[in-house]
Structures are given as structure tokens and as C-alpha cells.
């Protein structure tokens, strides 16, 4: 690469790279209208038909989390658009959760009762810092209790947990350490994981696939990397425990073979998350060949989707996305 050629592709990549921090630091633009209610707080979130009075229809509801920019109306849209191209609009809720931090509820001069976390913490599981304190993973868990009454659902049979980049990280997380809800069981409703070109896993083990990054990482092995200084949300399981737990969980993993780029804006370029791979599809690959070597009766699946990278909208709107979240 000649001299300004290379000047050029570095200023592109600082840009790109100022302007995504830039985003996620000034707090978001769009707050989602809706509320639901919880001891702790209001959560935010987005949906596309209103759940407080009984959906007879709906058969399927698709639980969509946002990534680092916390953009819930874009996923919310993304999800709309992948029920239709599916033919499944008329028996889907899209419910788009929104974890807002500190600087989102400032800048948009939100009341005090709207639910709000530090930083990305809510990205592992952390609790809320206002008004009340609920980690992200059991507001999860109340929107699925939510979708269990059978007064407002009476005919849902599925539900699903989908995420793409940041929020991939949130469901994988999610589907690990999140707590069993036996009246879904009892009411016939089956719940599923989709994870999408999240930056990293959490591990059951010390091992990793890049052996050499992990001498320079004293904190590899901390959680949502591994199963060290485990949160609070735990509640006491350990490793054993939580591995057998998400084994059994109906989990696809949906790669895009393009996202590749080992110097995106938005990768995680932390040592921990290097130890895991050069870039999310190889991370991806190296996290289910994991699993499988722990356990060659895994039921879990992985789906790539061909040519997308880094594109939340495309990978859920691809024809792989929809069979993935919508299937037949």
C-alpha cells in the first residue's frame, strides 16, 4: 500500500472507529415509547402490538436484544421485517428490550422510575444501578414470565431469545446463566436462543483456543469470559451447574461468513476476547467445536449466513436468518 493510500484507510478506520465511540458515549437518540413495569423499575422497550390486552393470534414471540448502541427501535424494525419476509407478521410479537444507561436517560431527560445501567454492564448480567436494581438477565426473565399467562397468550407456542453483535452477547450470556421457567414447560411453550456474530463467549473452562494470548491475560477467565468472579444474578450455581443447564438449551448460533474483519470498530480487541479468535466467525467456529469436543451429543446448531458480515438487519432478514427465527 503506497503512503497516502495508507493514510487514507487509517483516517477511514479512526473515523469509523471515533464515530461508533462517539454514538455509544453521547447516549442514544431514540427512546423506545413502551414501559413494562417491574418491581425495580420501568424497562423500555419497543413492540409491535400492545401485550397488556389478550393476542389470540400470536403464536410465536421473538424477544430481539439491541447491541452496544442500544438502538431497540432498529431491532425492532429488523425483527418486523424478517416475521414478514417469513409470512409470519400476523402470529408474531416483536418485543425489542432496551437497557439504557445513565447518559441515554440524561440526554433525553427521562423520568427517575425508567430502569437504567452503567455503562454496558448490562451486557454481562449486571444489576441496574436505578431506580431499583435488577440485573438485565432478570428482566429477561419477567418478559418471559409475562408471556407464559395464558389470559393474554392463549395460543403461544414458542418463544424466542435473539441477538445480534452486543445483543448476541446478551443472549449467550443469557442462555447460560438464565433461570428455568417450568410453567412454560407446563403450558407447552418451548423457548429458543438465537446468537448472532457476538465478539465473544463465556467459557466453562480455562481452555481457549488461542493458548499463547492467554499468558499475557490475567483476567481471561473472569466473567462474561469465563467463570470467574461470576455477578450476583448466579444466585450461588457454579460452573458445573450452569454448563449442564445450557447444554440442554435449545441453541443456534447464526455466523455470518463474512463478518471477518479482525479490526471492526465495534470487536471486542480485549485480551480476553482475543484468546477466543482473530474475529467473530472464527470465534464463533472455535466456541461450537468447544462444546462439541465437552459434549459429542450436543444438540446445538450453527448457520452461516452467506455473504454478511457485521449487518444485524441482514443477518435476521437472510433467508437463513427467517428459517433460523421462524421456522416451519
Known amino acids: 500500500m503506497n503512503k497516502p493510500l495508507g493514510l487514507l484507510f487509517g ?13 455509544k458515549e453521547q447516549g442514544v437518540k431514540v427512546v423506545s415509547p413502551d414501559r413494562f413495569h417491574l418491581q425495580a423499575g420501568d424497562l423500555s422497550l419497543g413492540m409491535n402490538q400492545d401485550w397488556r390486552q389478550p393476542l389470540p393470534n400470536v403464536t410465536r414471540a421473538l424477544i430481539i436484544v439491541h447491541g452496544r448502541l442500544r438502538n431497540a427501535q432498529t ?17 408474531t410479537l416483536v418485543i425489542a428490550p432496551q437497557f439504557l444507561n ?3 436517560v440524561k440526554r433525553n431527560h427521562l423520568d427517575r422510575q425508567v430502569l437504567r445501567w452503567n455503562g454496558n454492564d448490562w451486557m454481562a448480567g449486571e444489576a441496574s444501578t436505578g431506580p431499583g436494581h435488577i440485573s438485565s438477565f432478570g428482566a429477561l426473565d ?8 395464558r389470559n393474554l397468550f392463549p395460543g403461544l407456542k414458542e418463544i424466542v431469545v435473539a441477538g445480534h453483535s452486543g445483543g448476541g452477547q446478551v443472549v449467550q450470556r443469557f442462555a447460560l446463566m438464565g433461570h428455568e421457567h417450568p410453567a412454560l414447560q407446563r403450558e407447552g411453550i418451548n423457548l429458543r436462543y438465537v446468537v448472532a456474530n457476538p ?12 493458548r ?19 455477578p450476583a444474578y448466579a444466585e450461588g450455581r457454579g460452573p458445573q451447574q450452569l454448563e449442564q443447564a445450557y447444554v440442554s438449551r435449545d441453541i443456534t448460533y447464526l455466523l455470518g461468513q463474512q463478518d471477518t474483519d479482525p479490526n471492526h470498530p465495534a470487536l471486542d480487541k480485549g485480551c480476553e476476547a482475543e ?3 482473530a474475529y467473530r466467525l472464527i470465534r464463533g467456529h472455535n466456541y461450537f ?7 459429542p451429543q450436543l444438540s446445538h446448531t450453527l448457520v452461516e449466513v452467506p455473504g454478511v458480515g457485521h449487518d444485524g438487519d441482514k443477518m435476521f432478514t437472510s433467508q437463513e436468518g427467517q428459517e433460523v427465527l421462524f421456522p416451519q
Open 199 to 210: 465478539s465473544s463467549y463465556a467459557y466453562f473452562s480455562p481452555q481457549r483456543p488461542v
Open 102 to 104: 445513565e447518559l441515554d
Open 142 to 149: 419477567q418478559i418471559i414470565k409475562h408471556l407464559g399467562n
Open 275 to 277: 484468546t477466543q479468535g
Open 11 to 23: 483516517l477511514m478506520l479512526c473515523c469509523s472507529t471515533a464515530t461508533w465511540a462517539a454514538e
Open 212 to 230: 499463547f494470548a492467554v499468558a499475557d491475560c490475567p483476567s481471561f477467565n473472569d466473567w462474561k469470559y469465563g467463570m470467574q468472579k461470576l
Open 75 to 91: 431491532y425492532l424494525q429488523s425483527g418486523e421485517d424478517a416475521a414478514e419476509h417469513a409470512g409470519q407478521a400476523a402470529n
Open 289 to 295: 467445536d468447544y462444546l462439541k469436543q465437552r459434549h
